[in-house]
């Protein structure tokens, strides 16, 4: 089924695998971080502590893992797909690698030493690397946030971490504004609309229109239509930032993308794009700006696996239906 996902060419759709059981409390821990042109191994009792990079699974050479699992992976591009791979790596590896089994990772390190270490599960666990924590830095006048996820569960973190960091920025006097989303994943757009608020005092649209398939769950916005119907219709749903905002930011703002910025990062830096917010800058990738959403989730009855899919696509306030990905150096017109 993993070979349909070039088709979907989505990262919100996709077969998940049901995840290795972690039973052994004293084994060693290992995280795997996704990089560009690697998995880099990491102590999880001791995140410092870099074991080296992934150089062979068995006896297979990395760079051909990646052959063999890319096109397996869902996803838009490989940098997204390699983010997966990271996450998902105790449960991939299996059914990826020849004879379905994975007995060994080769690692090398800095120094160029080659260190195997065996797989067994008595002796090993697989840990996801977690999402990095929000971050400022005040350089020279220029205010860097790091905002590496806008998960609906980091919500208050958010919150609080975006009051303070604001006022750091209105006493240091900051006069440019750099938001770092290149590791954000996306989220909700409760949390963006949070971040939104502290660049403008304006109303602002995100979504001129939607593309929906009718549900259960949706019907009833569109009693005319049927269940299974694909139906696009108007949807300007106007934002008001909250009036009375301390620390708002008044300055030169722009939003530093790279290849794994994906779904609500995406919509929030295309809405400021298309409000005259920010300017983009960074990688950009083939993750179009109208992205899916509202994905729902359906465990397959013969086998337990557990399927996801969105049932909208959200365009975005300019009114731009394609499915292009964003313009990198550009900004709009208010």
Do not use: C
Not at 147 to 162: C, M, N, Q, S, V
Not at 192 to 213: C, K, N, Q
């Amino acid at each position: 089924m993993a070979r349909f996902n070039p088709m979907f060419n989505d990262a919100h759709v996709g077969l998940l695998i049901p995840a290795r059981p972690q039973e052994h409390a004293d084994a060693v821990a290992i995280t795997i971080q996704p990089m560009p042109d690697a998995l880099e191994v990491y102590s999880t009792a001791d995140p410092s502590r870099q074991f080296g990079r992934v150089h062979s699974l068995n006896s297979m050479p990395w760079e051909d893992y990646l052959v063999r699992a890319l096109p397996l992976i869902r996803g838009e591009n490989d940098a997204l797909r390699k983010g997966i791979l990271g996450l998902r790596f105790a449960e991939l590896a299996p059914f990826i690698l020849p004879k379905g089994e994975l007995r060994s990772i080769t690692i090398k390190t800095e120094e160029g030493a080659i260190l195997e270490m065996p797989v067994a599960s008595e002796r090993l666990n697989f840990v996801p690397l977690a999402p990095s924590d929000f971050g400022l830095s005040i350089d020279q006048g220029i205010a860097t946030l790091t905002i590496p996820t806008f998960e609906r569960a980091r919500e208050e973190e958010l919150g609080g971490f975006l009051k303070s960091a604001f006022a750091r920025i209105a006493d240091e006097g900051a006069e440019s504004l750099v938001i770092d989303l290149r590791a954000n994943g996306g989220g909700a757009h409760e949390l963006s609309d949070r971040l939104m608020a502290y660049l403008t005092d304006r109303p602002f649209v995100a979504t001129s229109a939607i593309t929906a398939r009718i549900t259960p769950e949706n019907q009833a916005l569109v009693p005319q239509a049927s269940l299974g119907d694909v139906l696009t219709l108007p949807f300007a749903e106007e934002v008001i930032p909250q009036t009375e905002l301390p620390d708002r930011f008044r300055g030169d703002v722009t939003i530093l993308l790279g290849p794994q910025t994906y779904s609500q990062a995406i919509v929030f830096a295309a809405t400021a794009q298309d409000t005259g917010i920010a300017r983009l800058t960074g990688q950009a990738h083939r993750a179009p700006a109208n992205q899916t959403g509202q994905v729902q989730t359906h465990t397959l009855a013969n086998t337990g696996f557990t399927v996801r899919a969105p049932i909208y696509i959200i365009y975005r306030g300019s009114g731009d239906r394609s499915r292009d990905p964003l313009k990198i150096n550009a900004n709009s017109t208010p």
